[in-house]
C-alpha cells in the first residue's frame, strides 16, 4: 500500500455476487413479483444463487438504505409499504425541488441540450400510447435525468435524484395509472409546455409548470382509493 494511506483503512472492494443480489431483489419489488410487507427469506435468496448469507444480507442492507426494505420486530426483511399518503409527499417534494432546480438551469442549458430535450420528448410522443408505456415512462425519466444534468446546483442535483429514486417502489402503479383515459396525453402536454418554456427562457412560466407536474398525475388519475388498490395499501 502507497504510505500515504497507510494510516487508513483498507478499501472495501464492491463485490459481484452482492450487487447481482441487490439488482435482483430491486427488480423483483419494482415489478411487484415481491410485494409490500413480504418478507424477504435470506436463507432461501442465498441457496438460489448458491452463495453464503454475507452477499444476500450486503444487497439486503443497501435496499434497506434506499428505502426498498424495512426491518420487522424480528429484524426480518420486509418489502416496505407503499401508500397513497407518501406518494403524495414525495410528489410533494419533488415539485418543490424541481422548481427550485428551474431557476437555475435556464443559465446553463445549451442549445444542443434544448435540442436533444426536444428530440427526446418527439419520441415519447410516438409512444404515446397504450400498447408502449413502458417505452414512454423509460423516456420521461430520461428528459427529467437530462434536465436535472444541467442543474449547476450539485447538492440540489443529489438531493432530487435521491428523492426521484423513492418513486421507483410506485413503479407498478403508475403502470396502472397511465393506462386511464386522458393520463398518458396530459402527461405528454405538461412536457410540451415545459419544453416550450425552457426555450423560452421563460423561468416564472417553468418555475409554476415544473411545481405542478409531478401532482399532476395523482390529478388526473383514478381516485385515492382506486390508487390504494394499485399499492396494495392495507393502512
Known amino acids: 500500500m502507497n504510505k500515504k494511506f497507510k494510516s487508513l483503512p483498507e478499501p472495501i472492494i464492491p463485490k459481484t455476487l452482492s450487487q447481482s443480489i441487490y439488482n435482483y ?15 424477504i427469506n435470506e436463507k432461501e435468496i442465498a441457496e438460489l444463487f448458491q452463495v453464503s448469507i454475507t452477499p444476500v444480507r450486503e444487497a439486503v442492507l443497501r435496499l434497506g438504505a434506499e428505502g426498498f426494505v424495512d426491518s420487522n420486530f424480528h429484524r426480518e ?10 406518494l403524495k409527499e414525495i410528489f ?16 446553463t442549458l445549451n442549445q444542443d441540450e434544448l435540442k436533444e430535450l426536444e428530440s427526446l420528448t418527439k419520441k415519447m410522443e410516438r409512444h404515446c400510447h397504450l400498447n408502449s408505456i413502458d417505452k414512454y415512462l423509460e423516456l420521461n425519466i430520461s428528459i427529467h435525468n437530462k434536465i436535472w444534468d444541467s442543474i449547476p446546483n450539485k447538492f440540489l442535483q443529489t438531493t432530487l435524484r435521491y428523492v426521484n429514486a423513492q418513486t421507483l417502489r410506485y413503479s407498478y402503479a403508475f403502470l396502472q395509472a397511465y393506462r386511464k383515459q386522458g393520463v398518458l396525453k396530459r402527461s405528454l402536454d405538461e412536457h410540451k409546455e415545459i419544453l416550450k418554456a425552457l426555450n423560452n427562457k421563460n423561468k416564472k412560466k417553468l418555475k409554476g409548470l415544473m411545481s405542478k407536474h409531478w401532482g399532476s398525475l395523482l390529478e388526473s388519475s383514478p381516485s385515492e382509493k382506486r390508487w390504494k388498490e394499485y399499492l396494495d395499501d392495507r393502512a
Open 25 to 39: 431483489l430491486k427488480e423483483a419489488i419494482i415489478s411487484h413479483q415481491l410485494k409490500a410487507n413480504q418478507r
Open 77 to 86: 426483511a420486509m418489502v416496505s409499504k407503499v401508500s397513497y399518503q407518501e
Open 92 to 107: 410533494q417534494v419533488l415539485g418543490v425541488l424541481d422548481s427550485l432546480a428551474a431557476g437555475l438551469i435556464l443559465d
